[in-house]
């Protein structure tokens, strides 16, 4: 006979609490498609739909409304004994590895990695940061650090941050000669430090015009591959830039570069920790997702 898992009513406690499977999978930790699957193998095995679905909601049916009042007590009682056999657990230790782009380590390293680092001394924090995704299994990382948009399908995401605020500055010195921009157009005219994607292609600014993103190939005789050098250049009043507006927020606030286009500044995606589904999880990077978690309850 079949024994039912702790995580597959999980998985219908999550579901009936969010009534949403994107959000029960953030919460769980899983994919939506491992959620989605976990909770067919137990309805088919069970010889009931536990939930009506349409493309739009996700309600309990009366048999789960049964089912969900019936495990949720006994599947907290599990989870309280497991938390108080955590409680007595030594501290983690050991070596976390994880792989970064350099801006996505600058944006989280105050508010994420100093915290942990104080919490976990015995642990050590090796970032390797490169802009270039890489195999984060095969080049033995526990995890990664990057947009939500560039994770890999397959992998288990877990969300930092929300959208992040894009800012197209200049400084004042580059104002004294040239014109500010006051729409997209004008940026074809204006000299602009443009980016270019580990791949060797160069990266168009993105817009939002009338509720639509929009592209625009800026001219710019200066192509750099590092925010922080492009954040340089501006200060240096050697073109305009495009860039994740903390990097320049002090910039801004301080007078030494002015924000412009602000009606049609796109942010990008969040940022996302992310990890192979399919691993035993280790320890340091457990402790380090319910951080997260911690973080982003406080923040809401």
Not at 54 to 59: E, F, I, L
Not at 140 to 165: E, Q
Request: with cysteine.
């Amino acid at each position: 006979m079949y024994k039912h898992g702790l995580v597959e009513l999980e998985v219908v406690l999550a579901v009936a609490n969010k009534q949403n499977f994107r959000a029960a999978a953030v919460e769980l930790n899983m994919s939506t498609t491992g959620v989605s699957n976990a909770l067919r193998g137990l309805e088919a095995r069970l010889g009931e739909r536990l939930f009506h679905r349409t493309t739009r909601s996700v309600s309990l049916t009366d048999a789960g409304r049964r089912f969900v009042e019936q495990i949720r007590p006994a599947v907290a009682s599990i989870n309280a004994a497991m938390a108080s056999l955590q409680e007595q657990k030594p501290e983690p230790t050991g070596i976390l590895r994880l792989n970064s782009s350099l801006g996505a380590a600058l944006m989280l390293f105050q508010p994420l990695m100093r915290t942990f680092m104080a919490r976990y001394p015995a642990m050590t924090l090796e970032i390797s940061t490169q802009e270039k995704l890489v195999d984060i299994i095969a080049d033995g990382f526990d995890a990664g650090l990057r947009l939500s948009s560039r994770v890999a399908s397959g992998m288990i995401r877990v969300p930092i941050t929300d959208s992040i605020p894009i800012a197209v500055v200049g400084s004042a010195q580059y104002f004294s000669t040239h014109t500010r921009p006051t729409c997209l157009e004008d940026l074809k005219t204006l000299p602009c430090i443009r980016a270019r994607y580990p791949s060797g292609i160069a990266s168009p600014w993105e817009f939002v015009q009338e509720g639509a993103t929009v592209t625009v190939e800026v001219a710019g005789s200066l192509i750099l591959d590092a925010p922080l050098l492009m954040r340089e250049a501006a200060r240096d009043g050697l073109g305009l830039a495009q860039l994740p507006r903390w990097y320049v927020e002090k910039d801004i606030n301080e007078g030494r570069l002015i924000e412009v286009l602000q009606r049609w500044a796109s942010p990008l995606p969040g940022l996302s920790l992310y990890y192979a589904g399919h691993r035993h999880i280790p320890v340091g990077l457990r402790a380090l997702i319910d951080l997260i978690h911690e973080q982003r309850r406080a923040n809401l």
